[in-house]
């Protein structure tokens, strides 16, 4: 079982850090699932919208709702991270060399979201990378068991560890 994650300091430091990643291990050649999130800041009226892009080729979807300049409630669109999640859960096979899921967020950490997907992944062999924000490490923890390393959201550090577990899935069994 190959589960790791990162957490960045900054607001959507680790979403532009696995986006980067993703477009890194594509132009190698990898096989990619999941999802990288894309934050476009808004020139009025709040924080930023958030979209995912489905891996390897799209569609990009628009996971928040915009609930106005003083809203503060949680943005994000359930339905559309379901969406999400259906996507990237039918393009789940044994041919991927890698899953990525922008976030084990709140809906990951009551049972919902990518969770049961981020399991299916690790059933069929497949390494996994999350992203993980400070407000659910103890749920991801608790999710995973003691069974994921902490990785420095780091380009070369992601990009060696990348390259050892799908190495090492490639060998024969």
Not at 56 to 74: A, E, N
Not at 101 to 110: P, R
């Amino acid at each position: 079982m190959t589960l790791a994650y990162i957490m960045a300091p900054g607001r959507g430091d680790a979403d532009l850090i696995l986006s980067g990643l993703a477009a890194d291990l594509a132009a190698r050649g990898l096989r990619l699932g999941g999802t990288v999130q894309i934050n476009t800041e808004r020139a009025t009226d709040g924080p930023c919208d958030m979209d995912v892009r489905v891996l390897p080729d799209g569609p990009v979807l628009r996971i928040s709702q915009h609930l106005g300049q003083f809203s503060r409630g949680c943005r994000l669109d359930p339905a559309a991270l379901e969406t999400a999640v259906g996507l990237v859960e039918a393009r789940l096979t044994r041919d991927l060399d890698l899953l990525i899921v922008n976030k084990f967020g709140k809906h990951e950490a009551e049972g919902r979201g990518f969770r049961d997907v981020i399991a299916a992944a690790i059933g069929l062999g497949i390494p996994v990378l999350v992203g993980v924000n400070g407000l659910n490490l103890a749920a991801f923890e608790a999710f995973a068991d003691g069974f994921a390393t902490p990785l420095p959201a780091e380009r070369r550090a992601l990009l060696d560890w990348a390259e050892a577990v799908t190495a090492r899935a490639a060998e024969p069994a």
